[in-house]
């Protein structure tokens, strides 16, 4: 069986969501994440303590930002969403 790509990774994530409308709004989110991780990610060469230290980094700008915690919650829900899609194991309760 074949690695999953980078695309194909997006591809399942975004097959996974039923609504249209919730579709879009991850979509979005997801993108706004990886735009602040940086391009240089890639889904299948990182362990999953790089990916929860990111989501903590991105966590923390968002709070400098002064985003009230259920826009925090609504632009992180993606990304767990994506990773718990694409078999990516997080610690979230901490």
Do not use: W
């Not at 069986?1 to 989110?29: C, G, H, P």
């Amino acid at each position: 069986m074949r690695e999953l790509d980078q695309n194909d990774a997006f591809v399942l994530s975004e097959e996974s969501i039923k609504s249209e409308a919730t579709r879009m709004i991850y979509k979005s989110n997801l993108k706004k994440y990886f735009d602040h991780i940086g391009s240089d990610f890639q889904v299948s060469e990182n362990d999953p303590r790089t990916i929860e230290q990111k989501i903590i980094e991105y966590i923390i700008s968002m709070k400098q930002q002064k985003k009230s915690y259920f826009s925090i919650r609504n632009h992180i829900s993606p990304v767990l969403a994506f990773c718990k899609i694409n078999d990516i194991v997080l610690n979230v309760i901490k």
